[in-house]
């Protein structure tokens, strides 16, 4: 009782956070177009620094160096990236493999938009024609197979 009192008044008093793990900082918000571009430009060139992130950017995105780092950084904070120190530099490089990062947006679209049922999902696949019928027979054999 009195740690619920203690804490009551506490709460009134003085601003406390009680979880540090907002759902804004959260892993399971969707990347946002700047980011899932940095993300397939280490995927697909392995470990970069954050100046190369940057150059290659730069046609569709002119950002600022601390803008990059910045972003690098949030996308470690959140386990998409890990960075290595090698002299000044931090090389960055992919936490999570693209298939991974695409099955958990599937994932998070089956549950928001699906109730949670991949026959759902791929039904609607097929019925939105993004999905044949026979690519789905396709890959129930694959499922078969891999059993």
Not at 25 to 32: A, D, E, G
Not at 66 to 90: A, D, I, M, Q, W
Not at 98 to 106: K, L, P
Request: aromatic residues 6%.
């Amino acid at each position: 009782m009195l740690v619920n009192f203690l804490s009551r008044l506490i709460e009134r008093v003085l601003p406390v956070t009680i979880c540090s793990v907002t759902d804004r900082n959260s892993s399971v918000r969707p990347l946002t177009a700047l980011q899932q571009a940095i993300l397939d430009f280490v995927w697909t060139n392995g470990p970069s620094t954050g100046d190369t992130i940057r150059v290659a950017l730069l046609p569709k995105h002119p950002l600022k160096d601390s803008s990059v780092r910045t972003l690098l950084r949030r996308l470690e904070s959140r386990g998409y990236l890990r960075h290595e120190t090698h002299g000044k530099s931090f090389v960055y490089s992919a936490a999570i493999p693209a298939q991974r990062v695409a099955a958990n947006g599937v994932r998070q679209i089956i549950k928001r938009f699906c109730e949670g049922s991949v026959d759902v999902f791929l039904a609607g696949m097929v019925d939105e024609k993004v999905l044949t019928a026979e690519q789905l027979e396709r890959l129930a054999k694959k499922v078969r197979a891999g059993r």
